[in-house]
């Protein structure tokens, strides 16, 4: 069984410029460190007395919420809830809280869900709809724009608490709250009490995105109503209308293509692209990065309910030089797909059968579960969508590779787990095969597009994996990635859970806006396309390196986290946060966290990097420049700062 641990071990947000607190303990490690108390600047909260957090919801015995009409398209399974607005609130409220009551504490279980509120308003001031967000559980509305689907009350993710000796909430932090999403809806913040009152609580790290929501009133990106110390580490918001926003103990997000009324603090690494209402350009002090729009973004695909109540999938259209959300003088601009385009997959069915219906191109709508994928799925044709429900997952059997994209252009693949198993693969996720072919293959016009696809080698279990995703399209666009080698959970160890290469782009004009990329053996990120943009980059580097002789090459200690090619000429980066923490040898050192060539056209901006808790030193940010980050001897993780490369 996999464990349940809720912990993740992220460093806390930092009480001065340079020294964080204490982080958690390591999985590996017996006993708890104590944990510093936290400070934030601008930090804006309730004044109530918080409240002791509440526990996830017990499973209510009640059934659950009846079918309303139902909706004219094929049957999505028993894993996708259907809410419509004729069901007794009661009812719905039960089945919500009986799915958090399964995955808020789930971390690496099997089961997922997709909560699809069909257009409407449910809850009111008097009786609020207030429900969490666990694991694995997609909530989105089933309308053509955000406003078709009005939640009065909140849809929550908060901490997750240890209890001590006299059962009282203890060490309640976010970071390990990954791999949900909320996205399509609005919600007037409406009920609650104390410290909870009238607030949108999405307390969150990787792999949690927001899109397309339009919350009325307060949201706070942390829950510091808990008992402390209440960190989290990392989060993604694009296509979106938020108001006041308590960001509070997120270490570093990245926010895109939204509106904004206010933003509370910076902490280590703040990033805004196309936001309007973001704060001014300044880091490091306060570290924010903001770009006045974003160069190039395309939207996820989402499915929705037409007039006739018949479902179908929206893809929106590319964007260029955007700012401001899609939806804000009308419907997204896009294309529309009717459902019977699409081959809905269930958890049951063969690759073999799945890569049938590519073959005879139908587009891939995956509704929630694990698939086991014994043979790769080949997207031949232009202009495909895979999209996933219920963050449904994708495990690589015999060492295949789950999914290669053919040199065509336009196709998206969006909202999927894809996981390694026990026989290494190649790759997890290949665009392209760098063919070059003219008209057919991608354009800069109709780019393939990779949208909230996260990857694990080790967590669920024992996965290898040379390389997690391979990008040989050019023009590709990948909107929120996180790739990950697990840090805890089973199937971990630095000759268990094998993988050297993260992301590795090999196309020319690739963006990436939104790359998480975490805890690789060699590289993390590798870089060799031409004219490459990333926006928003956030890496730890490996923890379990036994010595320094497994982790060097050459006269290099280390591997960098983000290597651009030596022949490259054009490469732009816009903020890259890189974090070591080397527990099991804590003096290893890292040469530099950014290797890049010297030619002027390579540049990168706002570059954050930190020492962990007292394990690991980088000595330099970039090649052989920018400062040494060093345990600090007076305790907690030292941080310092590059505003730029080679020159400002």
């Known amino acids: 069984m996999p464990t349940t641990d809720p912990l993740r071990h992220h460093p806390a947000a930092p009480p001065t410029p340079r020294v964080t607190a204490w982080r958690r303990r390591v999985a590996a490690l017996a006993g708890v460190v104590a944990l510093g108390g936290l400070v934030t600047s601008g930090l804006v909260a309730p004044a109530q007395a918080a409240p002791a957090q509440p526990v996830a919801p017990s499973r209510p015995a009640a059934p659950a919420a009846p079918a309303g009409p139902a909706p004219k398209g094929p049957d999505l399974g028993r894993h996708v809830t259907l809410i419509t607005p004729d069901q007794p609130q009661a009812q719905v409220q039960a089945a919500l809280d009986a799915i958090a009551a399964r995955q808020v504490g789930n971390q690496f279980g ?58 009282n909430d203890t060490n309640c932090i976010a970071l390990n709250n990954f791999w949900r999403s909320m996205s399509n809806l609005t919600i007037n913040p409406t009920g609650g009490e ?28 942390m829950d510091y109503c808990t008992a402390g110390p209440q960190h989290a580490s990392g989060g993604f918001v694009a296509d979106a209308r938020l108001r006041a926003v308590t960001n509070g103990s997120q270490q570093q997000w990245f926010t895109r293509d939204s509106t904004i ?18 704060p001014a350009q300044s880091f490091p002090d306060p570290q924010y990065t903001t770009l006045a729009t974003t160069p190039v973004s395309k939207e996820k695909p989402y499915l929705y309910l037409d007039a006739k109540g018949r479902y179908r999938v929206f893809v929106p259209a590319v964007q260029r030089d955007s700012a401001g959300y899609t939806w804000a003088d009308g419907p997204t601009p ?88 026990t026989k290494n693969s190649d790759a997890l996720l290949v665009l392209g095969k760098g063919a070059k072919q003219g008209p057919r293959g991608w354009t800069k016009k109709d780019p393939t597009t990779v949208q909230d696809v996260f990857f694990r080698i080790g967590g669920p279990h024992v996965g290898k994996a040379s390389t997690s995703l391979v990008v040989n399209s050019d023009h590709a666009v990948l909107d929120n990635i ?7 959970g089973e199937g971990v160890g630095w000759k268990v859970n094998t993988a050297a290469q993260g992301v590795v782009v090999k196309g020319d004009d690739v963006t990436a806006t939104g790359l998480f990329v ?17 926006v928003f980059f956030q890496n730890e580097l490996p923890y379990d390196a036994p010595n320094q002789a497994a982790w060097r090459h050459g006269s290099t200690l280390g591997w960098a986290a983000y290597k651009v090619g030596d022949k490259v000429k054009h490469h732009d980066l816009w903020a890259g946060g890189s974090y070591i923490y ?67």
């Open 110 to 167: 099997p089961e997922r869900d997709a909560i699809l509120f069909a257009p409407g308003t449910y809850g009111s001031t008097a009786s609020p709809l207030i429900f969490q967000v666990g694991y694995y559980t997609e909530v989105a509305g089933l309308g053509r724009n955000p406003g078709d689907v009005v939640i009065n009350g909140a849809v929550n993710v908060y901490n997750q608490c240890e209890k001590d000796a006299a059962g």
């Open 582 to 648: 080397t527990n099991v040898d804590p003096t290893l050192h890292l040469s530099h966290s950014f290797e890049v060539p010297e030619n002027g056209g390579v540049r990168l901006r706002d570059l954050v990097v930190v020492s962990l808790n007292g394990a690991g030193t980088i000595d330099h940010v970039v090649n052989d420049v920018g400062p040494s980050v060093a345990p600090n001897p007076a305790g907690g993780s030292s941080i310092d700062y590059l505003r730029c490369f080679p020159v400002c």
């Open 482 to 488: 996180w790739a990950w080698r697990a840090d805890h």
């Open 518 to 534: 975490e805890h690789y053996q060699r590289y993390n990120v590798v870089w060799t396309g031409e004219r490459g943009r990333t």
């Open 261 to 278: 009324d206010s933003w509370s603090n910076a902490v280590w690494n703040q990033t805004f692209a196309g936001v309007q209402g973001a």
């Open 334 to 421: 896009g294309s529309s797909l009717p459902i019977s385009s699409f081959y809905v997959a269930r958890p049951s069915d063969s690759a073999k059968k799945i890569d049938a219906q590519l073959r005879r191109g139908k587009n891939l709508l995956f509704t929630p579960g694990v698939y086991g994928i014994d043979r790769t799925l080949h997207v031949r044709r232009a202009g495909t969508v895979v999209l996933g429900l219920g963050l449904a997952t994708l495990t690589a059997e015999k060492g295949v590779t789950p999914v290669e994209v053919a040199d065509v252009a336009g196709v998206d693949v969006a909202g999927l787990t894809i996981d390694a198993g």
């Open 194 to 221: 104390g410290c909870r009152a009238n607030t949108e609580f999405w307390a969150v790290s990787q792999a949690s995105p927001l899109r397309r929501v339009d919350v009325t009133g307060q949201t706070s990106l």
